[in-house]
T-cell receptor, first 110, second 114 residues
Framework: GQQLNQSPQSMFIQEGEDVSMNCTSSSIFNTWLWYKQDPGEGPVLLIALYKAGELTSNGRLTAQFGITRKDSFLNISASIPSDVGIYFCAGQLSGNQFYFGTGTSLTVIP | GAVVSQHPSWVICKSGTSVKIECRSLDFQATTMFWYRQFPKQSLMLMATSNEGSKATYEQGVEKDKFLINHASLTLSTLTVTSAHPEDSSFYIC??????????FGPGTRLTVL
């Protein structure tokens, strides 16, 4: 199936730094979702975006639905060790059609 | 958020045996559930869409006879890996969406085939 282009593939940052990652696609999506996955567990939904241009925050996380509906970014401010994990974006085309990004592995160095 | 459970969380089996994985929606009714497969350090790959009361829809390249899906009720879908082989070892995750455009995932099942 289709996959979204997610970057960067991995990040190593110092605790306290801000993080930014993004997803792009050649297709227009109706919904963008951001997930975090810890090792050996299923992805957990962080933020859902429904409208082009929408900017939504969840604690230290902020995500935006690109105005073209073909991209989205996720920012994490003041990173902490528990932010470690793999972050996936997902786009919904219509109905049951969801597509996932390739993932961004985040490592936070204390 | 909505709760999706999976059982077992991990399973080890011998080559040639069949393994059944259950996916349950605990606080909502799920007419549709998804089954994904994930290899280490890779993204989720959709295997099939499970539809309550009807046949599952499989993605291209996924063997229907190998990965049997049954969605007999609004809260339960099962994935049976038949005649498992070592190459079937993977992390299997189910999901559903109680809200139209938000998917919630189960905790996953780690399958190891010896």
């Amino acid at each position: 199936g289709q996959q979204l282009n997610q970057s960067p593939q991995s990040m190593f940052i110092q605790e306290g730094e801000d993080v930014s990652m993004n997803c792009t696609s050649s297709s227009i999506f109706n919904t963008w979702l951001w997930y975090k996955q810890d090792p050996g567990e299923g992805p957990v939904l962080l933020i859902a975006l429904y409208k082009a241009g929408e900017l939504t925050s969840n604690g230290r996380l902020t995500a935006q639905f690109g105005i073209t509906r073909k991209d989205s970014f996720l920012n994490i401010s003041a990173s902490i060790p528990s932010d470690v994990g793999i972050y996936f974006c997902a786009g919904q085309l219509s109905g049951n059609q969801f597509y996932f990004g390739t993932g961004t592995s985040l490592t936070v160095i204390p | 958020g909505a709760v999706v459970s999976q059982h077992p969380s991990w399973v080890i089996c011998k080559s040639g045996t069949s393994v059944k994985i259950e996916c349950r929606s605990l606080d909502f009714q799920a007419t549709t559930m998804f089954w994904y497969r994930q290899f280490p350090k890779q993204s989720l790959m959709l295997m099939a869409t499970s539809n309550e009361g009807s046949k599952a829809t499989y993605e291209q390249g996924v063997e229907k006879d190998k990965f049997l899906i049954n969605h007999a009720s609004l809260t339960l879908s099962t994935l049976t890996v038949t005649s498992a082989h070592p190459e079937d070892s993977s992390f299997y995750i189910c999901s559903s969406f109680p809200v139209y455009n938000e998917q919630f995932f189960g905790p996953g099942t780690r399958l190891t085939v010896l």
